[in-house]
């Protein structure tokens, strides 16, 4: 039988000869007296048949508020209550839509982990490494008895272990375009997270592909002190990363892009990484990735462009894509001139 329930993200406080029930609509305050406690003790838990809850004076008052929700089964998921706050519904079968992460390192593998406690089912992580003991010393993801075992069977058994989920792995080293472009033709996500970074021509190898196969995607990941949140890319809706290897060419001054930077890799270097940095780009991206699901779009923070974050000083900047009005992103918007772009307008 469906019954009134007082939404639980509610928090009901006492003050002095008063209850209050207060959200974002409005505050109720009732007499502090051991029935009105009563009663709102049975909203939360037990729920109240529509016909008591006539007999009760402040039911419509609550009701003016949003503060009740009609339903058999009140809605259980700590995650979702967070949404529902926000006043959304929640994300439903779009928590099973195909996600892609490429990059079970401390960014990958945290935000895999954040994903599959969210409740997002379809999760597929592309690695080649195996659990060192530094990967413990920066991620929570990690433990000491991994160390020397495969990342994405790791992966594969916590996220199993915790949250009753299959993540496919795929254990492969991305080395070129056509590396990419097989392993998203095998897994046909409906999004692809950037956290790896082999070079920086592999950034503009996703672009293309993920351009081409017309699949939104993300890229994460941290420099030093800096966080560098996307750009998050939505082929048909924003400008590409092209846009961001011109900046570089005329920053400087060189028809150099970022196809001619070569690291090189010399043993006894590493490059300096941080818990905290770790955790909250993971963290924020899996915020970017959530509304991307919900489709609200102006939510995206990195949406269209790069937002570069310190954490040491608490604050960012960022950086649009704007590309020429010949590239390929730009005929894509023309070709699918859209509602989605309603979105963010
Ligand atoms: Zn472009």
Redo the contacts with the bound molecule.
């Keep these: 039988m469906k019954k009134f329930f007082l939404k639980k993200f509610h928090q009901v406080v006492s003050f002095g000869d008063k209850l209050i029930i207060a959200n974002k609509n409005g505050e109720i305050s009732i007499r502090n007296n051991i029935s009105n406690k009563e009663i709102l003790s049975r909203l939360a838990k037990q729920g109240i048949a529509e016909k008591d809850l006539k007999k009760t004076p402040f039911f419509d008052d609550l009701l003016q508020i949003n503060a009740l929700e009609f339903s058999e089964q009140p809605n259980e998921l700590r995650n979702e209550l967070f949404f529902q706050y926000l006043g959304m519904e929640p994300l439903g079968e779009s928590k099973s839509k195909n996600i892609l992460v490429f990059g079970g390192g401390g960014g990958g593998a945290t935000l895999v982990y954040l994903l599959g406690q969210f409740g997002f089912t379809n999760i597929t992580v592309v690695d080649f490494d195996m659990v060192e003991k530094s990967d413990v010393e920066k991620t929570l993801v990690y433990d000491m008895q991994h160390i020397g075992r495969q990342k994405t069977e790791v992966l594969k058994e916590k996220l199993s272990d915790n949250f009753g989920i299959h993540l496919k792995t795929i254990e492969s080293k991305v080395r070129n375009c056509e590396d990419l472009m097989n392993i998203i033709s095998i897994a046909s996500p409906a999004l692809v997270i950037n956290a790896i970074d082999p070079g920086p021509a592999h950034k503009l190898n996703l672009n293309k592909v993920c351009f081409e196969k017309e699949i939104p995607f993300i890229y994460m990941a941290y420099s030093y002190d800096q966080l560098l949140i996307g750009p998050f890319l939505i082929p048909g809706l924003t400008?590409?990363y092209?846009?961001y290897d011109n900046e570089i060419k005329q920053s400087k001054d060189t028809e150099l892009g970022l196809s001619a930077f070569h690291r090189l890799d010399l043993e006894g270097l590493y490059h300096p990484s941080i818990s905290f940095n770790i955790n909250t780009l993971a963290s924020i991206v899996l915020k970017e990735i959530i509304f991307f699901f919900y489709q609200e779009y102006h939510k995206i923070s990195s949406l269209n462009r790069l937002v570069t974050m310190s954490l040491i000083k608490m604050d960012g900047v960022s950086l649009e894509m704007v590309?020429e009005d010949d590239?390929?992103?730009?005929r894509l918007q023309q070709k699918t001139k859209q509602i989605k772009y309603e979105k963010i307008t």
């Design positions: 400008d590409c092209i846009s590309c590239c390929t992103c730009k």
